[in-house]
């Protein structure tokens, strides 16, 4: 048998996340495939880059947190297609707390549009979790 985890549990983990990165996180949308893991050096083009809401995800609740507010932005850098996303802690997002794959409807960052022109907007949508959900396993 796994570990399991009460409820409570992981939502105290789940909710540790947006107390760590903070207030005022820098999400920027990137070119090509992530780096290995948060410590290494940045990769691809940044195609966007936006100030999260201040209260940028919901409370857990049931092991998942969605995201909250707006996040929306505008493409610079002459356009492309966004591929991973990088969660920065701002202001001034130098330190990388968080990243994955993103893409049109899917990856772990839904967007509306992934391939983009310069000052196109570009807005984190989707079925699930309304474009990004984190969960929590050990259930």
């Known amino acids: 048998m796994a570990v399991q985890l009460a409820d409570t549990t992981r939502n105290t983990r789940l909710d540790a996340i947006e107390t760590d990165i903070g207030t005022a996180p820098i999400l920027k949308l990137r070119t090509g495939a992530p780096p290995a893991n948060c410590a290494a050096a940045d990769s691809g083009t940044v195609l966007c880059s936006m100030t999260l809401p201040s209260d940028w995800l919901s409370a857990a609740a ?31 997002g130098t330190v990388c707390k968080m990243q994955g794959t993103c893409a049109t409807g899917s990856g772990d960052m839904s967007l509306d549009n992934a391939v983009v022109a310069d000052g196109q907007t570009i807005t984190v949508t989707g079925a699930t979790g309304n474009g990004f959900r984190l969960t929590d396993g050990n259930a």
């Open 62 to 92: 049931s092991g998942v947190k969605d995201k909250t507010g707006a996040w929306s932005g505008t493409a610079i850098g002459g356009g492309g297609t966004i591929a991973h996303f990088r969660i920065y802690v701002g202001p001034g």
